[in-house]
């Protein structure tokens, strides 16, 4: 039992290995069906050298980066603030409820058609539909988080003569950490879905802007590229807040 | 067979209409219109089409990316394809670089694409600039943002160069201008239909060029032939949501006209240009590495 609890995370990567290994028999037999080309897992890899060394990845994956980290910081820290304000002042939370309720379901790219006539094309439209994927999510989840912390707590705090500040830091906001993360941690991997799909519809660079245009040269190898970077970073990103998650609250949860 | 929905093709729509691929006994079982080169390169992909009659470049990325086994064996005509502006914004090629002039192109891997980069080359326009104010889309959808006022130029193949004109454009550049001797369009088949049914093979060419003759000799009548087919197709061929679109850009036998003079229609396909064109598009990175032109061609049935 001990060695096989030692055995796993080696053995993680052997479906892994398997499934790639299957994929390259798959493409190199020529087992797919109808006529469609589908290259061998060391075509894609060949690929992905070549584009990383031409550039061409690193400038669409930074492009895509950077719209995502400046889109979800953004989204998250105003989506925390607001949270928290809502979450502490049921006034506040009474008044603002019913229009978040009302926005909180619209998917982030049902606004693209909208902010392509507010904004245009640019920068400010990835980056703004980001924003609203992240600010929703974050801001719900914050104001759960801290609407249902257990009133016995902050009673007892309060009993000790903490203030209303000192009760949101020390008491409230840490016990709703859990709510807190769990959605930073699924708008984090949501964000690197909704850029890419913002970038395929409208805005001619990024990750997703690469896929398109290697859809319309048919460069497969090149759109599995691409679906392999967003695969990594969306689970890059979910597993660091994950971390983050267990390292901040891991110690009392 | 699968078709673009340009007088590209005029000699297809002009072959359906008189019924001379039944009368060279060549029955089709289909027989459908594309809106792009793009869209009927991924519906070959697909291995939906047997026939096709479309642009050059796209060919060459099936046969190159898709790996596709396809031949070229015959021309369908020369050229095509312009820029057409708004003559209050833009009077030179390198007002393009202008940061306000919103461009329109069809997206990378189309034949105006194509041209679009042999004339940023041929101007020393700041490629930069240029693909910085590009906004992708189809020829219709373009000729559309033409007429809401929405694009200031715009890369495209004819009709839609011509019809951009009837909403105040003009044609700054044709691609004669920019490339000399380029090929168009061309008829592509699969491999294996030309290894099975070189008869079939043969009697498309012959259509081909019993249409291409006929055009050149008949260019009104011509026109109109390929005007109605246009306007029948059109109905069924675009979406729900782009059928409002196409139904606003009405396809009249006067426009054609125009069009079909700014081609020169021939079933002849010059090799060193077709390798000219392979080399051209490997430099810009749309396929892996140039290869012979000989690979894609095929031209034992022209006559």
Redesign the interface.
């Known amino acids: 039992m001990n060695r096989l609890k030692q055995l796993k995370p080696g053995w993680g990567i052997v479906p892994v290995v398997i499934f790639l290994g299957i994929w390259e028999m798959a493409a190199r037999l020529n087992f797919t069906p109808?006529?469609?080309?589908f290259p061998a897992f060391s075509t894609v890899l060949m690929e992905f050298y070549y584009l990383t060394a031409?550039g061409?990845l690193g400038d669409s994956f930074l492009s895509s980066l950077v719209r995502v980290l400046i889109g979800f910081s953004a989204g998250s820290i105003a989506g925390l603030v607001m949270g928290i304000i809502m979450g502490w002042r049921e006034v506040i939370n009474k008044a603002l409820n019913p229009i978040v309720s009302l926005l909180y379901p619209i998917p982030a790219l049902g606004w693209l058609p909208l902010l392509m006539l507010w904004l245009g094309?640019g920068e400010a439209l990835p980056i703004t539909i980001i924003f609203i994927c992240s600010f929703f999510p974050i801001l719900y989840n914050t104001a759960t988080g801290i609407r249902t912390v257990d009133r016995n707590y902050v009673q007892v705090a309060r009993t000790l003569g903490a203030s209303d500040i000192k009760i949101l830091t020390t008491v409230a906001m840490p016990l709703a950490l859990p709510n807190i993360f769990t959605g930073l941690r699924l708008e984090a991997g949501m964000a690197w879905r909704v850029i890419i799909a913002a970038e395929m519809v409208a805005i001619?660079t990024g990750i997703g802007a690469l896929m398109?245009?290697a859809e319309?040269?048919?460069?497969?190898d090149i759109i599995i590229v691409c679906l392999i970077v967003l695969a990594v970073m969306c689970l890059s990103f979910e597993r660091f807040f994950a971390f983050l998650e267990t390292r901040l609250t891991g110690q009392w949860r | 067979m699968a078709v673009e929905f340009m007088d590209h093709a005029a000699s297809a729509y002009i072959s359906q209409d008189k019924g001379w691929f039944e009368e060279e006994g060549l029955k089709l079982t289909a027989y459908e219109s594309y809106v792009t080169g793009m869209a009927l390169a991924s519906a070959l992909a697909r291995g939906d089409i047997q026939v096709a009659y479309i642009c050059l470049v796209p060919a060459i990325n099936t046969y190159a990316n898709a790996g596709v086994p396809i031949k070229v064996v015959a021309g369908t005509h020369k050229y095509g394809y312009g820029l057409v502006v708004n003559p209050n914004k833009i009077k030179t090629v390198k007002d393009l670089e202008k940061p306000d002039i919103r461009l329109g192109c069809v997206r990378e891997g189309g034949a105006v694409d194509v041209l679009l980069h042999k004339t940023i080359d041929k101007y020393n326009l700041d490629e930069g600039k240029i693909l910085d104010s590009i906004q992708r889309m189809n020829p219709p959808k373009q000729v559309l943002a033409i007429k809401m006022g929405q694009l200031d130029a715009a890369f495209l193949p004819e009709q839609w160069a011509t019809m951009a004109e009837e909403f105040g454009f003009e044609m700054l550049l044709m691609s004669q201008d920019v490339w000399p001797e380029m090929q168009g369009s061309v008829l592509v088949v699969k491999e294996d239909l030309i290894r099975n049914h070189p008869d079939i093979v043969e009697s498309l060419v012959n259509v081909s060029q019993k249409a291409t003759d006929w055009a050149n000799q008949h260019p009104q009548e011509a026109s109109e032939v390929v005007a109605q087919q246009l306007q029948a197709v059109g109905g069924s061929l675009f979406p729900a949501e782009a059928a409002e679109a196409a139904a606003k850009l009405e396809i009249t036998p006067e426009i054609l006209l125009r069009s079909m003079t700014r081609l020169e229609y021939t079933t002849a396909v010059d090799p060193e240009v077709v390798q000219g064109t392979i080399d051209y598009i490997a430099g810009l990175g749309y396929i892996k590495s140039s290869f012979n032109a000989e690979e894609i061609l095929d031209l034992r049935f022209l006559k």
Do not use: A, D, T, Y
């Open positions: 109808g006529q469609f080309s031409n061409v094309i001619p398109m245009k319309s040269l048919m460069r497969i």
